[in-house]
């Protein structure tokens, strides 16, 4: 019998025993999917948006499936801070993985109170910052121009301890001088990337499939544009990346891994199929076990890019 | 609650509305009771991309039975399975109809996709009355599927090919009147959203207690998407796990 592969994951001073996580918001709040299998054999666990306040979220419908893929507007419901601290935190605690925080607000000003908040809580490992929910009023200004994303970083790196994650939208209009403003201002890894806005009709009463009218899209219809901006950013830069979309089984993962991801997260597949994570880390085990590497860190980043000439052949 | 494999015993149309599947799973079956549901996958290739819910229709011997209406592209997909495929059930998922209606009258008012459901119910619990609403005579249910019932059934159609003419709320309005103390009823409900509206807007006119079951396009079922939200008097709930089934006293107006 072969030995089990190494996926140990060094990333922002964290170890994680390996590189697999959820994307926020496909994973409920807490104890969702503990039903299904213990979240320690997580890499990690990147928690619902959370906010200052509570909020409601949007009115129904909210969802809209499309092909390969969901369009949604929850709209970030969730209990606030306060409940976050008094009745999430404690339970992740007692698990043994770590625990991503994901934050998102209105202004510089709610994502400072909320990494002072969150600062020097036993059981927190990280913050994730959502710069980029399409779903709410300002939820993409901060990745909409450099200097915005630059304030924001930097606010919040000044406020806190934690490593903090920056999550992009791939509708960043520039999006390279975005990362490198997130990167300047001391972001220590980027989560890439968030849903991407779409919408929806129904013809016969000629309203949207969503009562918000545009919602994000997820699920494999956007994998090729998560992979490409992965792909751009890991090009580019030499930063940690938590890679996420449409990120359903082993071999979507291990695309991820291969174009230079650091972790990656499984995300709306988790509604359609509660074991995903599960599968993704075992599949990721067998196709290394299989190849014969006996790490994760032997493929990752090791696109094999070829240059070709005009004529489309390969050159030497 | 659990994730399975299942085998297709049977898959057919059974009149114009309504299909019928049943497959074998000692675990899906076991304490199941009305007004709960599963979420099945229909394809393991990402499209149709999410899982489609349905209420059990009938539990019997490990066998489940559901009851379904050709809706969408997932329902027509459904319709081309055959005995020997197989399915991912997710389940059982919900709250059920409460099992205590006081000693009160139990009315069931029930249309579309709410009819299966509430026939469980109805073979489950000893019930006054199962009242139907549906288009025309075609989608009665034959009356093989209503032979453990002991409730009376009324049937209303749009069209007046069967039964009242018109919608199961002059039905439930018939069964009100009839009634000397209609406090004494309890009305279950399930079906479009347009006809439980008019049903809880006409026991609310009536003082009576009752519950509807509310299904929202839902993706996850385990309460995580927050995709099938009901407004009630405290704050958003989730259709799939804090629901389906709500007391109308919990729903705002």
Not at chain 1, 32 to 42: D, I, Q, T, V
Not at chain 1, 108 to 131: M, S, T
Not at chain 1, 225 to 244: G, M, N, Q, T
Request: charge should be positive.
């Amino acid at each position: 019998m072969k030995s089990k592969p190494n996926l140990k994951t060094k990333i922002a001073e964290l170890e994680f025993k390996n590189p697999v996580t959820v994307a926020s918001g496909t994973f409920g709040s807490k104890d969702e999917y503990a039903k299904f299998f213990s979240y320690e054999k997580l890499g990690a666990v990147i928690t619902k948006t959370v906010t200052r306040k509570p909020r409601t979220g949007n009115a129904m419908p909210r969802i809209w499936e499309t092909p390969s893929g969901m369009l949604n507007a929850i709209g970030l419901q969730n209990k606030g801070i306060d409940d976050f601290i008094e009745n999430k935190i404690p339970y992740f605690r007692r698990i043994k993985t770590h625990l991503i925080v994901n934050i998102a607000g209105e202004s510089v000003d709610d994502f400072v109170y909320l990494a002072k908040q969150l600062d020097g809580i036993k059981g927190v490992a990280a913050l994730e910052l959502n710069l980029s929910c399409p779903n709410v009023d300002k939820g993409l200004e901060f990745c909409s121009k450099s200097s915005l994303t630059y304030e924001l970083v930097k606010a919040v790196k000044e406020t806190t301890a934690l490593p903090i994650f920056t999550k992009l939208s791939p509708e960043a209009h520039d999006f390279l001088n975005v990362v490198e403003a997130a990167i300047k201002a001391g972001t220590d890894g980027l989560s890439l990337i968030n849903t991407i806005r779409g919408m929806a009709v129904n013809v016969e009463t000629m309203k949207p499939r969503l009562a918000k009218v545009m919602g994000g899209l997820s699920g494999p219809a956007i994998r090729p544009i998560a992979l490409r901006y992965v792909y751009e950013a890991k090009s580019h830069f030499d930063i940690p990346v938590i890679a996420k979309g449409g990120i359903a089984t082993a071999q979507d993962a291990l695309e991820f891994i291969i174009v230079g991801a650091d972790l990656v997260a499984v995300g709306t597949a988790n509604f359609v199929n509660p074991y995903a994570t599960m599968e993704v880390i075992e599949g990721i085990s067998r196709y290394l076990n299989t190849h014969g590497y006996r790490s994760i860190a032997e493929i990752r980043g090791k696109l094999k890019t070829e240059k070709t000439n005009t004529m489309g052949t390969t050159a030497g | 609650m659990r994730d399975e494999w299942v085998t297709i015993l049977d898959n057919r149309k059974i009149n114009q509305a309504y299909w019928k599947l049943s497959f074998k799973s000692s675990f899906l079956s076991r304490s199941v009771l009305p007004g709960q549901f599963v979420n099945v996958l229909l394809e393991d290739d990402s499209d149709p991309f999410l899982r489609r819910p349905f209420s059990y229709y009938r539990t019997k011997n490990q066998t489940i039975e559901i009851l379904y209406e050709v809706l969408g592209r997932g329902t027509r997909l459904l319709t081309l399975k055959k005995k020997g495929d197989r399915l991912k059930v997710l389940g059982p998922l919900g709250k059920a109809f409460t099992q205590s209606a006081k000693g009160k009258k139990q009315i069931l008012v029930a249309g579309g996709v709410g009819v299966p459901p509430l026939v469980f119910l109805a073979e489950y619990q000893r019930v006054s009355h199962l009242l139907i609403g549906c288009g025309s005579k075609g989608e009665v249910l034959p009356k093989s599927e209503l032979k453990n019932v002991k409730a009376q059934v009324g049937y209303a159609t749009e069209d007046g090919s069967y039964g009242k003419a018109g919608f199961v709320t002059l039905l439930l309005h018939e069964v009100i009147q009839r009634e000397k103390n209609p406090k004494n009823l309890f009305i279950q409900t399930c079906g479009p959203h347009a006809m439980m509206e008019a049903v809880i807007k006409m026991a609310r006119k009536f003082g009576i207690e009752g519950e509807a079951s509310i299904d929202e396009r839902m993706a996850c079922g385990v309460g995580a998407c927050l995709g099938c939200m009901v407004k009630t008097h405290d704050g958003y709930k989730t259709s799939c796990v804090e629901g389906p089934v709500f007391a109308f006293c919990e729903l705002e107006d």
